[in-house]
Each structure stands twice: as structure tokens, then as C-alpha cells.
């Protein structure tokens, strides 16, 4: 079997884990321009691996062009990957319904830090990403009085990493609005689970309200033109 990987921090401790079952590692860059974009096509195309570490929606979006161009449909040359792992922006459920239907793949939403490494992944259950608690201790901090919040409760997402020894992040300030779940998984793993809503900096005020762009995705996605998910909100000034 073979693995396709991009270049990130915490790839190394994915790329030994798959190398002990026996796959072997592809390198490319997954970055959505139009050469990477052309590349991972090819290595769909041709090599047909089983898994794919990491996609993003204008990666989707643009290796499904490739394979229009040359007539054929994403589901017959990306259903080689039995997963892929997802990853930069909150995944929304529609676009996971709309890539599993496309690619005819499981998508598992993991997330992470290009600073420190990936600290949370999800299980078949897509109830929530589990942290991994003996690595990083977690935290959730009110963003004005850095106080740490309860389980449930939405905050900023802290970590400090307990093995790391080349980067020793202490409370790491993440700038991602998250809220914990420490309750056991339907899975059987009791870790806990993080349950992402957006960066800080993405936050918007309509109407009195804050929103994050992924709580207004499942509606902009039922426009047949943002089907794919990839949209930006403008706001003029007054």
C-alpha cells in the first residue's frame, strides 16, 4: 500500500506509524496551486494510494478538475483512498457528505499546529476530534480573562506540549474558539475531545451577534456555485 504525504512538522511520527504497517510514503506538496494541484492528480491517477494526508477544499476542488478535464468523474480515480485526513479549516458537514459522495472515501478531520504538531484526530465515530492527552496538556482559556473555562464551555484552545523537547511550548495561545468534551467515546477511547468553531480572527459581528464563517457554511453551501465550500465574507464599512 501506499501513503501520500505533504510537508509538515508532525509528519515524521505519521510517516513511521504508517511505515510499521508495512506502506510505503509518497512525498508531494498539498498546497492547492496549480502545478501541486497537478502532481497529486498524477499520483491518484497512476499510483493509486490508499491514503492521503492532508486535503483542503481548494485541493478537492482542484484535483476533481483534473479528472473532469480528462473526462473522467472524482469518484473513479480518488476512490483508491480508503482516507484522508482533513485539515486547515473547520470541515463542515456538508462538505464531508459532499467529498465522501465525490471521492467515495471516509474523510477524518484532524487538527494541529504547524509550530508545535497535530495534537487531535478523529475516529470513525466523527463525534469530535480526541486529543492526545498524554502529549500536550489542553486547555480551554476565556479570552479576555484568561481564565481556564469548564468542559463545555467555548474558549481558546491553550496547549503545552509535555514530550516536545525541541519546542518546548508552554500554554501555547492558539488563537482557535474551541470547547472540550471529556466524556467517553461511542469508540471505547476516553480521551478528551475537541470540538473546533473557528479562529479568533475569523469571527464576525452581524447583527449584535458573533458568528464564525463555518456556522453560516451549511447554508452557503446549498448554492449550487459554493457547493464546494470555499467562499470569504465581505463586509463594507457603514
Known amino acids: 500500500q501506499l501513503a501520500l504525504f505533504g510537508w509538515h512538522r ?12 508495512g506502506a510505503i510514503r509518497i512525498r508531494t506538496d498539498l498546497y492547492a496551486i496549480p502545478p501541486e494541484i497537478a502532481r497529486n492528480y498524477y499520483v491518484a491517477r497512476h499510483l493509486k494510494p490508499a491514503y492521503c494526508h492532508i486535503v483542503t477544499a481548494p485541493l478537492i476542488e482542484g484535483m476533481g478538475a483534473e479528472a473532469q478535464m480528462e473526462g473522467l468523474s472524482p469518484g473513479d480515480v480518488f476512490r483508491c483512498y480508503r482516507a484522508v485526513t482533513w485539515s486547515g479549516d473547520v470541515l463542515s458537514d456538508g462538505l464531508r457528505r459532499r467529498m ?12 494541529g499546529l504547524g509550530d508545535l504538531n497535530f495534537y487531535c484526530v478523529e475516529c470513525s465515530e466523527h463525534d469530535g476530534m480526541h486529543a492526545c492527552d498524554d502529549l500536550f496538556l489542553i486547555e480551554i482559556v ?3 480573562t484568561k481564565e481556564v473555562l469548564p468542559p463545555g464551555a467555548e474558549g481558546v484552545l491553550v ?3 509535555l514530550a516536545d523537547e525541541a519546542v518546548p511550548a508552554i500554554r501555547w495561545w492558539s488563537e482557535d474558539i474551541c470547547y472540550l468534551n471529556p466524556e467517553p467515546c461511542r469508540c471505547g477511547r476516553t480521551t478528551t475531545r475537541i470540538r473546533y468553531r473557528g479562529r479568533q480572527i475569523y469571527q464576525l459581528q ?16 446549498q448554492i449550487p ?9 465581505i463586509k463594507y464599512a457603514a
Open 142 to 144: 476565556d479570552p479576555k
Open 159 to 161: 496547549l503545552t506540549a
Open 100 to 111: 465522501s459522495e465525490r471521492w467515495r472515501t471516509e474523510i477524518f478531520e484532524v487538527g
Open 10 to 21: 508532525g509528519n515524521p511520527c505519521i510517516e513511521r506509524a504508517v511505515e510499521k504497517i
Open 206 to 221: 452581524i447583527a449584535g451577534r458573533l458568528l464564525f464563517p463555518s456556522q453560516i457554511a451549511g447554508s452557503v453551501e
Open 225 to 233: 456555485e459554493a457547493s464546494h465550500g470555499i467562499f470569504q465574507v
